[in-house]
């Protein structure tokens, strides 16, 4: 079982930066992959982000290209989303999870998931 944890989540006005990180422990040699999804106030839970851990490929919602990156650290068994150029609309819960097979997209293919850490974008 892996163990993911979410930290930095926080208040930001529109344009600025906020950097996550999804500590995962446990069996973490079980994952393929680490993803974060967001989900909006009243709207279903979507993907962000996800990076494999061996080299590392890395994939983004078209929403968030040329805005976010996805990063891990392999020896602490941490990956970080950097949010730069943040939008009101980039407002949710964000979510790190541990993927070890399935489509990359989707959140039914993710088997562990952390408790969701708060991104509020004001205007």
């Known amino acids: 079982q892996v163990q993911p944890v979410e930290s930095g989540g926080g208040l930001v006005q529109a344009g600025g930066s906020l950097r996550l990180s999804c500590a995962a422990s446990?069996?973490?040699?079980?994952?393929?992959?680490m993803g974060w999804f967001r989900q909006p106030p009243g709207k279903e839970r979507e993907f962000v982000a996800a990076?494999?851990?061996?080299?590392?490929?890395?994939y983004y919602a078209d929403s968030v290209k040329g805005r976010f990156t996805i990063s891990r650290d392999n020896a602490e068994n941490t990956v970080y989303l950097q949010m730069n150029s943040l939008k009101p609309e980039d407002t949710a819960v964000y979510y790190c999870?541990?993927?070890?097979?399935?489509?990359?997209?989707?959140?039914?293919?993710?088997?562990?998931w952390g408790q969701g850490t708060q991104v509020t974008v004001s205007s």
């Open positions: 990076i494999t851990w061996s080299v590392g490929v890395t």
């Open positions: 999870a541990s993927r070890s097979g399935g489509s990359v997209f989707a959140p039914t293919a993710y088997d562990y």
């Open positions: 446990g069996r973490t040699f079980s994952s393929y992959a």
